[in-house]
């Protein structure tokens, strides 16, 4: 007999979820580059391969620890990336605003079910048009990234020709 592992995507770019795919009796396992704890690679964030083809990873905490530093050392270059970000993207971000606002208020109500699978993930949502805000596709991250994937195919696609 065949036991299916129940398949949903994880929060990162719509890949099944490392745990998903072997058996419970088969934790895979790594060590944290800086502490030297072992973790399953669940909470583990991968960093590189090294030249070996080694694959190193660091755990949550000393992942937040190296970007703190990092923002501390590098203050002004960080609030410039991030005023740079606000400026270029204030459209989507007042559009996400007032979906959220919208949401939040009862104006406007999330399916239960993607727009596109059909399925019961966690949905998110995808504006056509910012300037439209309240119009939006409601769709599991899997599906938004193929959105997305094919917009950016379809604008390379109009760039080369």
């Known amino acids: 007999m065949i036991q299916w592992i129940s398949y949903k995507p994880c929060a990162n770019w719509g890949y099944a979820s490392r745990k998903a795919a072997y058996p419970q009796s088969a934790v895979m396992t790594d060590i944290c580059v800086h502490c ?4 399953s690679l669940d909470l583990l964030i991968r960093q590189h391969v090294t030249k070996s083809g080694k694959q190193r990873y660091y755990c949550r905490p000393c992942t937040r620890e190296r970007a703190a530093r990092y923002r501390d050392a590098h203050r002004t270059q960080c609030n410039k990336t991030a005023a740079a970000y606000q400026r270029r993207t204030r459209e989507k971000m007042r559009a996400r605003d007032r979906v959220r606002y919208a949401l ?24 056509k048009d910012y300037n439209k805000p309240l119009e939006v596709l409601w769709l599991c991250r899997s599906c938004h990234a193929d959105v997305h994937r094919s917009l950016r195919d379809k604008q390379k696609r109009l760039l080369e020709s």
């Not at 030297?36 to 973790?39: D, H, I, P």
């Not at 939040?104 to 504006?127: N, S």
């Open 36 to 39: 030297k704890k072992t973790y």
């Open 104 to 127: 939040d208020r009862g104006y406007i109500q999330k399916p239960e079910l993607c727009t596109f699978c059909k399925l019961p993930l966690r949905l998110e949502a995808h504006h």
